[in-house]
């Protein structure tokens, strides 16, 4: 089920909120947990229904070495169990068929592959509950109750494409019965949240979208320019798109007066590589940091370890991302670029920073270089293959100019514009083929002035909720509401 969905808004939605409240007012804390939870397996289910076999196995395998671990003393063959299950699980939906094309490709082998169906929201689930066994292997958590853990990870709004919740931050809130009552400023502010992040999606994304999956499908065939706009749109795109997925989580956990945590804090303003990670997919950066980077040895083993710590962690996290060399090669790429920041060759100033720089340059500048090397990465991470890839990067530096950004800009043709088309082709015909060129452009600026300002998060957070804003993200609501016809999946669906 979508949250950009008429089911979603209209059916399940308000359902869900009348029973999770409704129960909890008359003291059925358990059953209002239990019925969280089957209207949460619900909302996984509505993609596939066999689906529900893969995560009720997943939770209950991993809820059975909980108990177990509960009860012996050494925890070293918990942890390690613990790993195998999780990630063997995620290995064999996920990785099974890459791993056999490379053996194949490698040895001159014939292997059967398996195309096995990618589960939705594999990569989030399983991680969660990786980093509850890995803590309850190590001391650091107790064994719960299995209603609060079944709740904790299938808690529908973080569910399928995060934030990744880690135990401490749910289940203590499941177990707080204050948190259990109606509270109007918590669900105001989620409503809020919940549709800014729905009209970025809707509004934004899905439009850039238009462009972007138009330009990729046509790699071999863009000029320089074209190509330059065309990440730029798939850049907006994704931004848009998953952060607005993470904004409509976050307010959606807040309308059940349950807190998530932050996503995304405006990447896009980040003036270093080092500082865009600390601000995207935030959730995530911090599992790798937690339980793949500390474990390594961190920075505790010298500088040339950090270094080879940190470019492993990434090429993890590309891997995350997707079973393709792609993938690969974009996690390569931010690895070296954060290594590079890490050498601190090069600050920005007017900043602290723990080592000296050799070179400073000005905020503008660090912010030029990241944000143009971080549209460079998504050639990686967009293309369907090394060679598209390789393609973009000889379209971009290839200096021709064929027109193509006239048809790239055409594939805004939507019904906003519909009456602006109309007007333009009665009054001035000649300017018609300029009309797309100049709303394209509009897009672009007003993507600029809203990843700089306030983000959504900020907003429903931190703002004075006025009869204004009210009136605003009504209008919102009724515009995106009108799109839904459109209807598109998110990004992060497919990692």
């Not at 940091?289 to 950090?306: C, Q």
Request: charged residues 15%; proline residues 3%; hydrophobic residues 50%.
């Amino acid at each position: 089920m979508l949250f950009n969905s008429y089911i979603f808004i209209f059916i399940f939605l308000p359902l869900a909120l009348l029973g999770w409240y409704g129960l909890n007012h008359i003291g059925k804390y358990r059953l209002a947990s239990l019925f969280l939870a089957g209207m949460s397996l619900w909302f996984y289910a509505y993609f596939n229904v066999r689906y529900l076999a893969i995560i009720l196995g997943s939770i209950g395998a991993n809820y059975l070495l909980s108990y177990v671990l509960a009860r012996v003393q050494t925890k070293r063959m918990g942890l390690l169990a613990g790993i195998i299950l999780n990630l063997g699980i995620l290995f064999y939906f996920k990785y099974y068929d890459f791993f056999i094309e490379n053996i194949n490709l490698a040895f001159r082998t014939d292997f059967t592959l398996k195309h096995i169906l990618l589960p939705l929201g594999i990569s989030f689930f399983t991680f969660q509950q990786l980093s509850f066994i890995i803590d309850r292997a190590l001391g650091r958590c107790e064994h719960y109750d299995f209603i609060n853990y079944l709740t904790f990870v299938t808690f529908f709004p973080q569910l399928i494409a995060g934030p990744i919740v880690l135990y401490k931050e749910l289940i203590p809130q499941f177990e707080d019965t204050a948190r259990r009552s109606f509270d109007s400023a918590s669900f105001a502010r989620g409503v809020y949240l919940f549709v800014l992040g729905l009209s970025k999606k809707v509004l934004l994304a899905d439009t850039f979208g238009l462009m972007a999956n138009y330009g990729f499908a046509q790699t071999f065939s863009l000029d320089s320019v074209s190509t330059i706009f065309v990440i730029l749109a798939y850049t907006f795109e994704l931004y848009f798109d998953f952060s607005g997925y993470s904004d409509m989580a976050i307010g959606l956990g807040r309308m059940f007066h349950i807190e998530l945590p932050l996503n995304f804090d405006s990447p896009y303003r980040a003036c270093s590589i080092k500082e865009f990670w600390q601000r995207w997919h935030i959730t995530l950066s911090r599992f790798f940091i937690t339980y793949v980077y500390i474990p390594l040895g961190g920075s505790r083993k010298g500088k040339t370890r950090m270094l080879i710590n940190t470019f492993v962690v990434f090429l993890l996290s590309g891997l995350w991302h997707g079973a393709a060399w792609t993938y690969v090669a974009w996690g390569a790429m931010q690895g070296l670029l954060v290594v590079w920041d890490n050498l601190g060759i090069v600050g920005i100033q007017g900043r602290e920073e723990k080592r000296p720089s050799r070179y400073h340059i000005p905020p503008w500048l660090g912010w030029v270089f990241t944000f143009t090397l971080f549209n460079l990465s998504l050639f990686f991470f967009r293309s369907t293959s090394m060679t598209a890839a390789i393609q973009l990067f000889k379209n971009l530096f290839g200096g021709r100019y064929t027109g193509k950004l006239f048809e790239v800009a055409e594939q805004l043709d939507i019904s906003e514009f519909y009456i602006l088309r109309q007007a333009v082709d009665m009054i001035a015909p000649g300017f018609a083929p300029y009309l797309s060129l100049v709303l394209m452009f509009f897009l672009f600026i007003l993507a600029f002035y809203l990843v700089f300002h306030k983000n959504a998060y900020e907003r429903a957070t931190y703002s004075e909720l006025t009869s204004a804003r009210c009136w605003g993200v009504c209008i919102l609501l009724v515009w995106c509401v009108i799109s839904l016809s459109q209807v598109s999946t998110f990004l992060y669906f497919n990692f």
